[in-house]
């Protein structure tokens, strides 16, 4: 583990575009409960999965039974305002402030990511606080919407201040186009960045999980010389790819990643970050 703890640290302060791509995985250590893993939510729940996958459908075919819905069953992440971020989200807060890692891509609606100080973070699969208009797009804060007064007045669904559109949550669920916005820019990243930091996700949902093989496809140029002191160009792969799971995932398994620490997130990251600072102290002794 010590070992590859130094080595992610030594890629890191390597990198010239380092982004971090993350999961569930990296909030079960602040209360929030993951998906797939033996305590994840579908593991426990398989039913609620199924029900999952006819939501957006439900908004399409009937929004207000849909709101009617969600205004009066309980959240299945449980209540986001009571959780506070944990030293894996500071770890990767703490690795942009030092201006080596450049976004976070989260599948998170948690916000504990910017609650952790992280600035640059596109949400992928949106954000529980907020809300999104189905036609414009247009992004709203929960709080901008009295959802309980609506539905007392039987004026479910939400409409739009923009367009007259109808609102949804923010999140985006299965089955759902992921905004276009969001998901033009993180791939604008994947195809920038040189490192990429995938921490506490199972890799199992898409288009998510196409990001980092998007990345792994990616290939540089350089020259390189032969024993016969020849120059010759080579493709090697641009981006380093590393992995902080609780558990192999079809990214270790089919050498997506190039190497996997093993272990939580709130353990290892703030680790790598202190191996960096010794590094960077190493290098820049001060007198
Ligand atoms: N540290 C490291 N890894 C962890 C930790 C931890 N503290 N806790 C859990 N894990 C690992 C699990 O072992 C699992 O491999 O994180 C991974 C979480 O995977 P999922 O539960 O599948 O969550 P995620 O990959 O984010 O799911 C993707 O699926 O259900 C949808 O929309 C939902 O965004 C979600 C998407
Ligand atoms: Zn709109």
Redesign the pocket.
Known sequence: MKELIEKAAKDLVNSNYAIALT????S??SGVP????PS?I?TKDPEAEKRAYESYQKFLTNPKEYWEERLTSPSLLGDLEKVKPNPGHYALAELEKMGILKWVIT??VDNLHQRAGSKNVLEY?GNAFNLRCASCNARYDSKEYDLGKLREEGKLPPLCKKCGGKIKPDIVHFREPIPSDVAHQSLEEVWRCDLLLIC??????YPFANLPRAARERRIERERKTELGLFVAEKIPAVTIIE????P?PLTVGKISDYLIQG???EILPKIVEEIVALCQRSYPRN
């Open positions: 999961g569930a995985g990296i079960t250590e993951d998906f797939r893993s994840g579908w599948q998170n699969h506490g996700t199972s890799a199992a949902v902080v799971n609780a558990e995932t939580k997130t709130g």
